[in-house]
T-cell receptor
Framework: EDQVTQSPEALRLQEGESSSLNCSYT??????LFWYRQDPGKGPEFLFT???AGEEKEKERLKATLTKKESFLHITAPKPEDSATYLC??????????FGAGTRLTVKP | DAGVIQSPRHEVTEMGQEVTLRCKPI?????LFWYRQTMMRGLELLIY????????DSGMPEDRFSAKMPNASFSTLKIQPSEPRDSAVYFC????????????FGDGTRLSIL
């Protein structure tokens, strides 16, 4: 069964404390893996697309990586404004777009 | 640049009433997606259109749900009759491909069915 699993469900960090979020997937024929950020009361905001194992993308304090079974979103020296829910989504062979449940990140000053 | 515009932002109605949610995609985008988000099930794809044509509606939960896209700048999601379990946040997103490209989301319609 196609699944997208994100861990941890929630993560609390001190400002400046680097960490990583995980997105593991079991789908056939990955066509793209997406990371989104969602703030309360808002729609998801696109961050990155990764297409093949070994690919990496960076934006400010965020870096996304992809292997054949999972993706990581690394957050370096986070700030309170990085607090949000981070969603990963997988587009695969049958044209389905499947989202994980998200990781709720809180960065305390 | 205007993003995806959804209306209304909030809707509260009684069970059995018809509900119509509206979406204006980003100009130039040829794909449009309707999602539903709940605490229990997360974000679920309901239906998507490409060039105004419905491509896959397998995520639509029941026949009570229907979606239309009469032109490139407007789409509706209708629930008739509505039930309390339809309460959720409904998002519309648009993009330039069939999922290969990033999707741009509106801020959603928070629907409460009493």
């Amino acid at each position: 069964e196609d699944q997208v699993t994100q861990s941890p469900e929630a993560l609390r960090l001190q400002e400046g404390e680097s960490s990583s979020l995980n997105c593991s997937y079991t789908v056939s024929g990955l066509r793209g893996l997406f990371w989104y950020r969602q703030d309360p009361g808002k729609g998801p905001e696109f961050l990155f697309t990764l297409y093949s194992a070994g690919e990496e993308k960076e934006k400010e304090r965020l870096k996304a990586t992809l292997t054949k079974k999972e993706s990581f979103l690394h957050i370096t020296a986070p700030k309170p404004e990085d607090s949000a829910t981070y969603l990963c989504a997988v587009h695969h062979n049958n044209n389905d777009m499947r989202f994980g449940a998200g990781t709720r990140l809180t960065v305390k000053p | 640049d205007a993003g995806v515009i959804q209306s209304p932002r909030h809707e509260v109605t009684e069970m059995g009433q018809e509900v119509t949610l509206r979406c204006k995609p980003i100009s130039g985008h040829n794909s449009l997606f309707w999602y539903r988000q709940t605490m229990m099930r997360g974000l679920e794809l309901l239906i998507y259109f490409n060039n105004n044509v419905p491509i896959d509606d397998s995520g639509m939960p029941e026949d009570r749900f229907s979606a239309k896209m009469p032109n490139a700048s407007f789409s509706t999601l209708k629930i008739q009759p509505s039930e309390p379990r339809d309460s959720a946040v409904y998002f519309c997103a648009s993009g330039t491909g069939l999922g290969h490209q990033p999707q741009h989301f509106g801020d959603g319609t928070r629907l409460s069915i009493l």
